[in-house]
């Protein structure tokens, strides 16, 4: 399938894993471009921020966790669009609203 602009939503997911648990969510044992594709078709092992709870993540809201695990839904008919992400229950209840992030965006 052509890549679309869910996979730039999948790709944001990438690195708030990243930001959030500091290690990409799919990490093969083997380091390669090859490796890591089969470990994303595999979902092996399972994004750190999918198998960890509150305790393990430290402060990582649960609203931000749903967020994240949104965002790296491994379908593209699961994955949220742009717009749902910003409209998200992560952004309802943080002072980043969409609306606040376009003109922070735009002012850039």
């Known amino acids: 399938e052509p890549y679309g602009c869910k996979a730039d939503v999948w790709s944001v997911g990438v690195i708030a894993h990243l930001l959030v648990c500091g290690c990409y969510p799919y990490a093969p044992r ?12 595999a979902g092996v092992p399972e994004p750190k921020i999918f198998r960890e709870g509150p305790r393990e ?9 749903q967020w994240i695990c ?5 379908s593209h008919e699961g994955r949220p669009t742009a717009s749902e ?24």
């Open 85 to 108: 992400a910003l409209g998200g229950a992560f952004f309802a209840s943080s002072s980043l609203s969409a609306a606040c992030l376009r003109r922070r965006l735009c002012a850039a």
């Open 70 to 74: 949104g965002l790296l839904c491994r």
């Open 30 to 41: 083997i380091v390669s471009s090859r490796a890591m594709k089969a470990a994303i078709k």
């Open 57 to 65: 993540l430290g402060d990582v809201s649960e609203d931000a966790r």
